[in-house]
């Protein structure tokens, strides 16, 4: 059984920065590729992040480009996202998800190719 847990939201001001943590427990953590998600009030949960196996492939939703930041350690079973000058609009809730597959340098947007999936985290940026 694999379990996903996430950590690290909170309540910021606009611009501030948080990281949030994974935690991967129950399996070979370096056979996923991992990916971040969030789901705002009233919305479909959208895509964020996605980073392949080896770290060599990370992809992101236009929205975040060049503010946030996918990254993982696969010695510590854990994937991180660093989010830097957040906009009130970055508020949701924010899942990890893990994806198993062969190639190591393949990631996704799909959310449906993710098998498992974290509790998630809320992330609140006051205006």
């Known amino acids: 059984q694999v379990q996903l847990v996430e950590s690290g939201g909170g309540l910021v001001q606009a611009g501030g920065s948080l990281r949030l943590s994974c935690a991967v427990s129950?399996?070979?953590?370096?056979?996923?590729?991992m990916g971040w998600f969030r789901q705002a009030p009233g919305k479909e949960r959208e895509f964020v992040a996605a980073?392949?196996?080896?770290?060599?492939?990370?992809v992101y939703v236009d929205s975040v480009k060049g503010r946030f930041t996918i990254s993982r350690d696969n010695a510590k079973n854990t994937v991180y996202l660093q989010m830097n000058s957040l906009k009130p609009e970055d508020t949701a809730v924010y899942y990890c998800?893990?994806?198993?597959?062969?190639?190591?340098?393949?990631?996704?947007?799909?959310?449906?190719?993710?098998?498992?999936w974290g509790q998630g985290t809320r992330v609140i940026v006051s205006s």
């Open positions: 998800a893990a994806d198993p597959v062969f190639s190591t340098s393949y990631s996704t947007t799909d959310r449906s190719e993710y098998d498992y």
């Open positions: 129950g399996r070979a953590f370096s056979y996923y590729a």
């Open positions: 980073i392949s196996r080896s770290s060599s492939s990370t």
